[in-house]
């Protein structure tokens, strides 16, 4: 991974949307798209710590980010189509975006996972990806080379006890990603993949493992590569396939 070497300016002029922009991967994530010259729509619930990225942008010189506060959980689809309906008017297309939000509420088995929860962790990680994808296709389509990434967790492949519906909500997504390459491979512009990080040092991996020192996980921005790779022209042509950050071999061509 650490021999990939973007183009100082492999985004410019780009658009993209990051979701979860406002802490750990999505800060780091939104930060460096920034660096590269992309225009970062920060998406998040706290608008403080989306403010806190914005002026984090601006003080590097990176071309004026935007802010959209959105609480997943609770969006319906017009408040998705809204979105897509202020990006088409304010920029004209979208170029990139990333499903980096999620929710975790710790590990239960099956046989006591409160039914509330399920729905609420189940509309956050699978439920919102796919009405945000559908709502934003047409202003993706606008594009000349859109992509789409996914978040994945290995935990979805190796149905780990425990891990409950956020398991089964990453496996959802990762078959919604395969299908919308496999459906927009052709006579579209966009391209959809997935990135698994890997146990990264943000809050929810220090929340899923509270008893272990936060100094034995990869800070966010070491992993970053494959993200600047998939949502850059680098990666043209390249579609639905699931980049592993932290064994991520960039010499190693991607199956398309």
């Known amino acids: 991974m650490q021999d990939y070497q973007p183009a100082a300016d492999l985004l410019k002029d780009r658009i993209i949307l990051v979701t ?16 590269h010259g992309a225009t970062v729509i920060l998406l998040g619930r706290t608008i403080r710590k989306l403010e806190q ?18 609480n997943l959980e609770g969006a319906t689809p017009k408040d998705y189509n809204e979105l897509a309906r202020v990006i088409e008017g ?13 929710l975790f509420q710790g590990l239960t088995p099956i046989a006591n996972y ?24 047409g202003v993706l389509n606008r ?9 994945a967790d290995r935990v979805s492949e190796e149905g780990q006890a425990y891990w409950g519906v ?28 997935s990135i698994d990080p890997g146990r990264v ?21 070491t992993v970053l590569e494959p993200y600047l790779y998939l ?7 390249v579609t639905g396939q699931t980049l592993h950050a932290q064994s991520w071999d960039p010499s190693v061509p991607v199956t398309v």
């Not at 594009?143 to 978040?151: E, N």
């Open 20 to 35: 979860g922009a406002g802490d750990g991967i999505g800060r780091a994530v939104a930060r460096r798209l920034g660096a």
């Open 231 to 237: 949502l850059g022209p680098d990666s043209k042509g």
């Open 53 to 70: 990225v914005y002026d984090e942008l601006e003080k590097a010189d990176a071309p004026k980010p935007a802010i959209y506060p959105m």
């Open 143 to 151: 594009s000349a080379d859109a992509s789409v990434v996914f978040t």
């Open 201 to 221: 040092r943000t809050p929810m991996t220090l929340k899923i493992y509270p008893g272990r020192e936060p100094d034995q996980w990869p800070t966010p921005e």
């Open 114 to 137: 409160d039914i509330e929860l399920w729905y609420r962790i189940l509309q956050v990680n699978l439920n919102a990806p796919f009405l945000l994808t559908q709502a934003l296709l």
């Open 90 to 102: 304010e920029f004209g297309r979208l170029d990139g975006l990333l499903h980096n939000a999620a």
């Open 166 to 193: 956020y398991a089964v909500a990453k496996g959802g997504a990762q078959t919604l990603m395969k299908m919308l390459a496999s459906e927009l491979e052709t006579n579209t512009p966009i391209r959809v993949n």
